[in-house]
């Protein structure tokens, strides 16, 4: 009797219960599995996530917060900061909030002893593992919720008060609403399947490296119990530990055959990649942050670890943090008198995964300089540069005038205003940097001059175009139905024989010298335009206005004449030969059109009209 009790006792040390799932059962089952996972501290799919958030955690400092006089909040030293820091003599903050996170995470509950010095003053705390304390109540009074805690670290019970003890919970558990509630009570099977797979591993390893086998002798052959065991020992020493692989000589007919399934038929990776996607999940956590398989596969498919550490935050370690700041709020910083006006939170501006890419932040204040709503000194100040007088500036573009509320004249009325006048940070900041520009008088008068060059330039250019084109067309014309005339009566006519009678280069070079010449005049007349509106008197150096008359001359490759005439020539060919046309028939059909140089368009005065709006356009962008 007495070694089934100590059994029991060092089982439940060993591999203690967490209080609040005594009598865990899953649907349709009746397995304990929480008896056999314990308290999962040798699960490593428990483990593995959790330890992830104890090593991270700490990263994140505590404070107290002080709203003043001027409504401003500001971080403020305090005792209970210090108590924290330096919880007793054997450990620091990190390892007591590494332990309670393990409690929390794991169990739903984590608690903290207060141990009182002079002056029933809080002068040390204490972690307690989860599953060694209870919250209680007295037996003679039913109604009242939680009077004291039960405190077993072995087989002695201690008693201590409930202002004693700071306890975490994780919301409450409707089976025992003094206790929180378990993260992964509702996974326990997920934790106990990942267990059973990676002991199965772990046992074929052990044994043989082969799942296990049937040993038998032919049907001729018996053999006696002393001989089975034999074989079973000697199989065994043949094929275990460093002797896997080894041959092994059987000195009569036998049959060895598999028993049970091998690992690949178990499917055993498949199976752990659900237990740890679903822990991962109860958790708050994506799986790849933790290193797990299933989850790095988001990362080959546009999830960056960046933004799953980001997730992990704000999924698990965000919501923690405030829970926990709450906790010491209402049952421990009330240990040092009159504390409403303080807030306890945790502060992350330090927390790597949380801070702004340098990347970003520097294109983000290098548009707000260049938009001239920051200024080159705050952007010199955010990166750490020094600065100087000269960078208290906004930068601007050129050509715009500042306009302050005097010169903007009356709202326009479709802008409505607001019903209130509260401003975001980011609102206040822009109406204290914005300013109103308008262009100046001069770039009025000059767009307008240009507009009015453009206007008659077009023209001009699209008549020159028309002409050209016109002329194109009947040499096309003329060449193709002399073309089809020499040939005889049964020919098969080919469009790409029509072509090469055809000299491109000719026609080429006549568009480019009517390029280069519309080109010029535009040059030249807006070049006049800038220096009478700005009181300029510059000229272009030559190198720069052959580059502008060469870009003309580039710019005619852009109609591609040679396939525009060949695709309108096949046409025509091919719907007389829909028709049925003889080669004469066909000569009569060319010498009736007159869109070979229109390219798609249904004419060339579509073509023309749409080149020469483009080309005067770029002639005078660049020239400007």
Not at 61 to 75: C, H, P, S
Not at 248 to 264: L, R, S
Not at 418 to 442: N, S
Not at 556 to 579: A, F, H, P
Request: hydrophobic share 40%.
């Amino acid at each position: 009797m007495f070694k089934t009790i100590k059994k029991i006792f060092v089982k439940e040390i060993e591999q203690p219960r967490p209080p609040n799932t005594a009598f865990l059962m899953m649907p349709n089952s009746k397995v304990d599995y929480q008896r056999k996972v314990g308290a999962g501290l040798r699960s490593n799919v428990i483990m593995s996530p959790v330890q992830w958030v104890m090593r991270t955690f700490p990263e994140s400092r505590l404070v107290i917060e002080r709203t003043n006089a001027d409504d401003e909040a500001e971080f403020i030293e305090h005792e209970m900061l210090d108590l924290i820091d330096k919880p007793n003599e054997f450990y620091t903050y990190e390892t007591l909030i590494m332990a309670t996170l393990l409690s929390w995470n794991t169990s739903g509950n984590a608690y903290w002893l207060k141990i009182r010095g002079n002056g029933n003053q809080v002068s040390e705390l204490w972690y307690v593992p989860h599953w060694m304390i209870t919250p209680k109540s007295e037996k003679n009074n039913p109604r009242s919720y939680i009077d004291y805690y039960e405190y077993k670290p072995v087989s002695e019970v201690y008693r201590y008060e409930v202002n004693d003890v700071v306890h975490f919970r994780f919301g409450l558990d409707p089976e025992n609403i003094r206790l929180g509630l378990s993260p992964l009570n509702a996974v326990i099977r997920e934790i106990y399947t990942d267990d059973e797979a990676s002991n199965f591993s772990a046992a074929i390893l052990r044994n043989m490296g082969v799942p296990g086998v049937v040993i038998s002798p032919d049907a001729e052959m018996t053999i006696d119990t002393e001989a089975a065991l034999e074989i079973k020992e000697k199989f065994k020493e043949m094929f275990s530990g460093d002797n896997r692989g080894e041959a092994m000589v059987m000195t009569g007919k036998t049959k060895i055959e598999t028993f049970g399934f091998n690992p690949q038929q178990l499917k055993l990776g498949d199976i752990r990649d659900i237990s740890e996607e679903r822990v991962c999940a109860a958790l708050g956590l994506p799986a790849a942050v933790v290193g797990f398989g299933s989850g790095l596969q988001q990362t080959k498919v546009g999830a960056t670890m960046e933004a799953l550490i980001s997730l992990a935050w704000s999924g698990n370690l965000i919501p923690t943090q405030r829970i926990l700041a709450k906790v010491l709020q209402n049952q421990l910083l009330t240990d040092y008198g009159d504390t409403e006006d303080l807030k306890v939170k945790f502060d992350n501006s330090e927390v790597l995964a949380l801070g702004e890419n340098k990347n970003d932040r520097i294109a983000r204040l290098d548009m707000g300089v260049r938009s001239g709503w920051v200024k080159v000194s705050e952007a010199r100040a955010a990166e750490g540069l020094p600065v100087e007088a000269e960078d208290e500036v906004y930068l601007r573009p050129f050509g715009f005038d500042e306009l302050g509320s005097e010169g903007m004249g009356e709202p326009e009325k479709s802008i409505k205003k607001k019903d209130d006048d509260t401003k975001t940070l980011f609102e206040e900041r822009i109406a204290d940097t914005a300013q109103v520009v308008r262009p100046k008088r001069w770039q009025y008068r000059l767009a307008r001059e240009l507009e009015a060059d453009a206007q008659y330039y077009l023209k001009r250019f699209r008549s020159g175009l028309i002409k050209k084109l016109t002329e194109i067309n009947d040499v096309v014309r003329d060449a193709a139905v002399k073309f089809i005339n020499s040939k005889q009566a049964e020919s098969e006519i080919d469009a790409d024989e029509i072509i090469e009678n055809l000299d491109f280069i000719v026609i080429d070079n006549g568009l480019k010298e009517l390029y280069k010449a519309n080109y010029k005049r535009i040059m030249s007349a807006t070049i006049k335009r800038v220096n009478g509106a700005m009181e300029l008197g510059i000229s272009l150096p030559d190198f720069r206005q052959n580059e502008i008359l060469a870009e003309g001359g580039k710019r005619v490759g852009l109609l591609d004449m040679e396939s525009g005439v060949r695709d309108n020539i096949y046409k025509v060919l091919e719907e007389g030969r829909t028709q049925g046309e003889s080669v004469a028939q066909l000569a009569r059909r060319l010498s009736d059109m007159d869109g070979f140089s229109a390219g798609r368009f249904n004419d060339v005065r579509t073509r023309a009209q749409l080149i020469a709006r483009t080309e005067v356009g770029h002639a005078q962008n660049i020239s400007a």
